[in-house]
Antibody, heavy 121, light 112 residues
Framework: QVQLVQSGAEVKKPGASVKVSCKASGYTFSRFGMHWVRQAPGQRLEWMGWINAGNGNTKYSQKFQGRVTINRDTSARIVYMELSSLSSEDTAVYFC??????????????WGQGTLVTVSS | QSVLTQPPSVSGAPGQRVTISCTGRSSNIGAGYDVHWYQQLPGTAPKLLIFGNNNRPSGVPDRFSGSKSGTSASLAISGLQAEDEADYYCQSYDSSLSAPYVFGTGTKVTVL
């Protein structure tokens, strides 16, 4: 079965960077894209970016452009999301989500368990 | 940034039917893009509930159904059960924004 297992919680100081990993199993890694979605406390879901796990192409939300980098290690089946210049507003749970599309516009079929990133001085 | 609007909360007694609306605009739902729905239980990751407007993934009870018309979509839960108490989000694609994948504002379903 498809599984996405994320790295553990992180505590960072303002101005620092954080790198969160998402290890995939149970499917052909290169066939599907991986997205990163975050959720601040009590807030809605917010899309951050996406990587084509096959060719490595990426697309980022303009909100995070210049601060976020998504890459992957194909042999290890891991996707990484790095967010820099952290502020308290980046305190959130970060999810990876594998897409699917079939005959429809892309949706997020499988989700990681989430990684809490806390930014505090 | 959010361009999909949902009611903050809906409630119903066990066994009742509730609906959640998701209102978009001409650049997303109105442009013909599909709407998908997710259920998020407290403290957990979202779970895909409906994809492609009205399709249920394997394992999702047929009490959940979706529809789309014009610039809006709806999620219906019939035979409401205690375990349905959760947050629900719609999601679609938007051609006009810097973030092409957009989520709704979220709706808290309370079982009375």
């Amino acid at each position: 079965q498809v599984q996405l297992v994320q790295s553990g919680a992180e505590v960072k100081k303002p101005g620092a960077s954080v790198k969160v990993s998402c290890k995939a199993s149970g499917y052909t890694f290169s066939r599907f894209g991986m997205h990163w979605v975050r959720q601040a406390p009590g807030q809605r879901l917010e899309w951050m970016g996406w990587i084509n796990a096959g060719n490595g192409n990426t697309k980022y939300s303009q909100k995070f452009q210049g601060r976020v980098t998504i890459n992957r290690d194909t042999s290890a089946r891991i996707v990484y999301m790095e967010l820099s210049s952290l502020s308290s507003e980046d305190t959130a749970v970060y999810f990876c989500a594998r897409d699917d599309f079939a005959d429809y516009d892309p949706y997020f079929h499988y989700w990681g368990q989430g990684t809490l990133v806390t930014v505090s001085s | 940034q959010s361009v999909l609007t949902q009611p903050p909360s809906v409630s119903g007694a066990p066994g009742q039917r509730v609906t959640i609306s998701c209102t978009g605009r001409s650049s997303n739902i109105g442009a013909g893009y599909d709407v998908h729905w997710y259920q998020q239980l407290p403290g957990t990751a979202p779970k895909l509930l409906i994809f492609g407007n009205n399709n249920r993934p394997s394992g999702v009870p047929d009490r959940f159904s979706g529809s789309k018309s014009g610039t809006s979509a709806s999620l219906a839960i019939s035979g409401l059960q205690a375990e349905d108490e959760a947050d629900y989000y719609c999601q679609s694609y938007d051609s006009s924004l810097s973030a092409p994948y957009v989520f709704g504002t979220g709706t808290k379903v309370t079982v009375l």
